[in-house]
T-cell receptor
Framework: AQSVTQLGSHVSVSEGALVLLRCNYS??????LFWYVQYPNQGLQLLLK??????LVKGINGFEAEFKKSETSFHLTKPSAHMSDAAEYFC?????????????FGKGTLLTVNP | GAGVSQSPSNKVTEKGKDVELRCDPI?????LYWYRQSLGQGLEFLIY????????KSGLPSDRFSAERTGGSVSTLTIQRTQQEDSAVYLC???????????FGAGTRLSVL
C-alpha cells in the first residue's frame, strides 16, 4: 500500500522568502507524484506532476518539485513567496501500474505568507 | 469552458436522513471520481467511474454509501441514514480518461447534526 507523509501541517514564511514544502512517499515501486493546491472554499488545482523523465518538474505559479528516488521525496519549492500563495498544499501519489487513477493524498500543509 | 460543478455547495441534514450529492463533470470527460475530505482522515478516495466499465467502489466506507453515473455524465453520491461521522466535504473530479489529470469541483460541505 502506498502512503504519503507531508512534514509540517503548517508552514509560515515571509513574503519574498523561499517556500519549501516537504513530501515523502512510501511505495514498493516509484509512483506517479503530484502537488495540488486548495484555496479556501475551492476545489483542488494541480500545480505539477511527475510521471517519468526529467526529475525536476516545473509547474504553475513559479513552483517546482524534484523527484529523488533515493530519498523517496518530492519536495515543493518556490524561490520567492507571494501573498497569493497562501493556501493548503497537498502531495499525492498514484501507482505507476494498475489502478493508477486512485490518488492517495498526504494530510496537507497550510502555507501562510506574512507581509 | 465550464469546470466540474457540484451541488449543493452546502448541505445540513439530521442524523438518520438520506442525502444526495450531485456532480456535473467537464463535458467530454470519461472518468469521474468522488473523494471525501474530513478533518480526521484527510482526503480519501471513494469511487471511480470510467466510461461503461464497472466502477471501482473500493473506497466506499460502508454500504450506506452508493453512487451512480447516468449516461456517462452526471453522477450522484447517495448517503443513507447519515451519521455524524459522515460530516465532511465531498469532492468530485473528472478527467479525460482514467490516467489523465483530475480536475476537481469546489465540493459539497455536508454537516450532519
Amino acid at each position: 500500500a502506498q502512503s504519503v507523509t507531508q512534514l509540517g501541517s503548517h508552514v509560515s514564511v515571509s513574503e519574498g522568502a523561499l517556500v519549501l514544502l516537504r513530501c515523502n512517499y512510501s511505495s514498493s515501486v516509484p509512483p506517479y507524484l503530484f502537488w495540488y493546491v486548495q484555496y479556501p472554499n475551492q476545489g483542488l488545482q494541480l500545480l505539477l506532476k511527475y510521471t517519468t523523465g526529467a526529475t525536476l518538474v516545473k509547474g504553475i505559479n513559479g513552483f517546482e518539485a524534484e523527484f529523488k528516488k533515493s530519498e523517496t521525496s518530492f519536495h515543493l519549492t518556490k524561490p520567492s513567496a507571494h501573498m497569493s500563495d497562501a493556501a493548503e498544499y497537498f502531495c499525492a501519489v498514484t501507482p505507476s501500474g494498475g489502478s493508477n487513477y486512485k490518488l492517495t493524498f498526504g494530510k496537507g500543509t497550510l502555507l501562510t505568507v506574512n507581509p | 469552458g465550464a469546470g466540474v460543478s457540484q451541488s449543493p455547495s452546502n448541505k445540513v441534514t439530521e442524523k438518520g436522513k438520506d442525502v444526495e450529492l450531485r456532480c456535473d463533470p467537464i463535458s467530454g470527460h470519461t472518468a469521474l471520481y468522488w473523494y471525501r475530505q474530513s478533518l480526521g482522515q484527510g482526503l480519501e478516495f471513494l469511487i471511480y467511474f470510467q466510461g461503461n466499465s464497472a466502477p471501482d467502489k473500493s473506497g466506499l466506507p460502508s454500504d450506506r454509501f452508493s453512487a451512480e453515473r447516468t449516461g456517462g455524465s452526471v453522477s450522484t453520491l447517495t448517503i443513507q441514514r447519515t451519521q455524524q461521522e459522515d460530516s465532511a466535504v465531498y469532492l468530485c473530479a473528472s478527467s479525460l480518461w482514467g490516467v489523465d489529470i483530475q480536475y476537481f469541483g469546489a465540493g459539497t460541505r455536508l454537516s450532519v447534526l
